[in-house]
């Protein structure tokens, strides 16, 4: 792993956008790291990856700090645009999205399993900082059971994406995606560069969850506290690799799913067609 | 060129391809599903891509996607499919993305009534996304032909504005079968009075002039230009910054290349028995207007000084036909009155404006003949109709 950062920040990220917005403390800058470390490690230059982003602390942190070519969609569509936008790029160009829990699994989850069933070739990272954490902190589809947050006084009650058995992992799975991993940086940061690395080679469907600690609202509501060793010390306690789970886990680490191309991709299958028709009239 | 017997739809999917539409994304609705179908069926043919979408709303984010990787796209709906359109329009106008949408209108609120002529959507056109700060361009034909040419003309729009054009058309206009003739060589199509604007990219990254100028092209993802596109508010470094100055730039910008360059689309117009200064001035678009120009023609003849004003280009609306201090008729298919309004406000104080609505069906001869006769002699209209001032 590059050890340094400002390395890192040289060779992919706009100077003016990093230090990022993000508040003091956030998990979101690890994320980030763990990200651009895979197309370091890849090999990826800014020219082979169009970076895209949504609405949230995620969407909004992370949009425009990457030097190549990006955009931010309205909330919950950047999974549609990007679907369009495969259509059009040449298929050596990645599409990775770096988007937060509202993002994919609230406003958006129609149109992520939508990109998952027809297997296009996008790397979804998504940053989940609990819920809805920039509009002030309320609960959002992966919250934990019990957790108080602005608009759950009492305690999140309501069975979510992260409920026994209800796993957004296990949807997308059914949906069609080909690459699922879910890691916590803070935990281990080298399994979850492996995790992104392998989420990018895969062309088609990929999508690799990122619970991070949120300081600021989050940690502050559920723990009392904002010091930001509070969160992480909460965050590693609740933390397992899949296999070894005791009943205090919640994030279960590790790869859920690889069927790394073991389907075809939706551009290519899309432009195979329309060659064929083109040329011959039928399929 | 090659006649058909065919459907509205039918000729826009023809006049999108000759523009140069290689990517449609849509949802089946009714009157505007047999568009998708001829785009299915059509676009492979052609080397395009047809994509049906989960919704009205990735439709259009799909048209999106598509148009940033530099591919001219459309989708095309009703208006229950036209207010799903609202994310990705508002995003299409403040990025700055060309692409073509068609609305067809049918009998609302909400689903109401399906294979039948409407036109609720004059302002939800105009306003097709929240926020304000924006013009918008939108354009109506009157038959299939002139839908398959306007279709051309909002691509032709759509990339020099650099913003997405909306084509409002009827369940008459995109179910109706007419005769359609399709031009296959330029010269015909010169003839016919076809533009085309190719799609080109901007180098960027400093993408974001505060300027009414046309012709620059949009950003473009897959270039490595650094190019940045994003639903916040633009700046020379496209980056998010959330000051009240930038915004007022951007949103200048968003109306002004619009209000500025009205001389792009300001001839989208038609007038009959307009040369004498009319007493009476039937204002109407879209299907309607074709009842009212037979209607027009006939009480000319039974001695009526009335004219015909039909308006193509809808938004911005065209205030300079509505100076001169007359009688103003609207005609349009609702029942609430929504082109009336916007004459309202157009005309001098002096001017009279009425309305005659009816939804669902055209208007006949004989019912305008009526109104015409007693706009004229200033006796109140038999339907209870449009009474601006008690309102």
New interface residues.
């Given amino acids: 792993m590059e050890l340094s950062a400002s390395k890192l920040i040289e060779e992919y990220l706009r100077p003016r956008k990093i230090p990022s917005t993000a508040c003091a403390g956030c998990g979101l800058g690890m994320n980030h790291k763990v990200v651009i470390q895979a197309f370091k490690e890849l090999g990826l230059s800014t020219a082979e990856v169009i970076w895209g982003t949504s609405i949230g602390c995620a969407g909004r942190q992370t949009f425009a700090t990457f030097k190549g070519d990006g955009f931010a969609g309205t909330h919950g569509r950047a999974y549609a645009i990007a679907r369009g936008l495969r259509i059009a790029l040449p298929p050596e160009k990645k599409i990775v999205l770096s988007v937060g829990d509202g993002d994919a699994f609230g406003i958006g989850l129609l149109h992520l399993i939508h990109a998952a069933r027809v297997n296009a070739d996008i790397t979804v990272i998504v940053h989940d900082n609990l819920g809805y954490q920039s509009t002030g902190g309320q609960f959002g589809f992966t919250t934990p059971m019990g957790v108080k947050t602005d608009s759950s006084p009492y305690g999140m009650f309501e069975p979510n994406l992260m409920s026994a058995g209800m796993d957004v992992m296990h949807i997308l799975k059914g949906a069609g995606a080909t690459f699922l991993a879910r890691q916590v940086v803070l935990a281990d940061g080298f399994e979850a560069v492996a995790s992104v690395k392998k989420a990018i080679l895969n062309r088609g469907f990929s999508l690799v969850h990122m619970p991070h600690p949120c300081v600021t609202n989050f940690a502050m509501k559920h723990l009392g506290s904002r010091v930001p060793v509070e969160i992480f010390r909460w965050f590693k306690k609740h933390t397992a690799p899949l296999g070894q789970e005791t009943p205090e886990t919640i994030w279960a680490t590790g790869i859920w799913h690889d069927a790394s191309n073991s389907r075809p991709e939706f551009s290519e299958l899309v432009w195979g067609a329309t060659e064929r028709i083109r040329r011959t009239g039928t399929l | 060129m090659k006649r058909f017997l065919e459907t509205g739809n039918f000729a826009i999917a023809e006049g999108a391809i000759i523009a140069g539409c290689r ?1 449609f ?1 849509g949802y089946p609705i009714t009157p505007a599903t047999e568009l998708a179908e001829s785009m299915s069926l059509r ?7 047809y ?1 049906q ?3 009205e ?2 439709a259009m ?11 001219k ?1 459309m989708t095309a709906t009703s208006g229950p499919g036209f207010i799903l359109y609202a ?2 329009y ?2 299409a106008l403040g ?1 700055e993305m060309p692409m073509v949408v068609l609305n067809s209108g049918r009998v609302g609120p909400v689903s109401g009534i399906t294979g039948a002529p409407g036109q609720g959507e004059f302002y939800n056109t105009r306003y097709p996304t929240q926020g304000g700060n924006f013009e918008c361009v939108v354009l109506a034909p009157n038959s299939a032909q002139e839908a398959m040419a306007m279709v051309i003309e909002a691509f032709y729009l759509s990339e020099r504005l650099r913003m997405p054009v909306t084509i409002l058309a009827d369940q008459l206009i995109t179910d109706g079968w007419e005769d359609i003739s399709i031009p296959e060589t330029e010269a015909e199509m010169k003839e016919m009075g076809y533009r085309f604007q190719p799609r080109k990219f901007h180098p960027g990254p400093d993408f974001y002039p505060a300027t009414d100028a046309l012709d620059i092209p949009p950003v ?13 508010t633009p700046t020379e ?4 910054i959330e000051e009240v100055e930038d915004h007022h730039k951007h949103a200048y910008r968003l109306i002004y290349k619009v209000r500025n360059n009205r001389q792009l689309f300001n001839h989208h117009y038609e007038k009959k028995y307009m040369d004498d200064d009319p007493d009476l001035v039937v204002v109407s678009y879209g299907t309607p207007s074709r009842v009212v120009n037979t209607a027009v023609g006939r009480a000319r003849s039974q001695g009526m000084k009335v004219g015909a004003l039909r308006l193509i280009n809808l938004w911005p609306f065209p205030d300079e036909h509505f100076t001169r201090k007359a009688k103003y008729l609207a005609v349009e298919l609702n029942w609430d009155g929504q082109l009336v309004r916007e004459m309202q406000r157009a005309v001098s104080h002096d001017s009279e404006v009425h309305f005659f609505g009816i939804c669902g069906d055209l208007p006949t001869n004989k019912d305008l003949l009526e109104t015409f006769d007693k706009i004229l002699k200033d006796q109140p209209l038999q339907r209870k109709g449009w009474e601006w001032e008690a309102w």
């Fill in positions: 990517f994304a676009l492979p043919q052609v080397g395009g891509v994509l979408a989960e919704d709303c990735a984010h799909l048209c999106i996607g598509a148009s940033l990787g530099g591919m796209a994310d990705p508002g995003w990025c473009q993802m897959g270039k490595n230009t650094g190019g940045l596109c994003s639903d916040w470094q496209g980056y998010d």
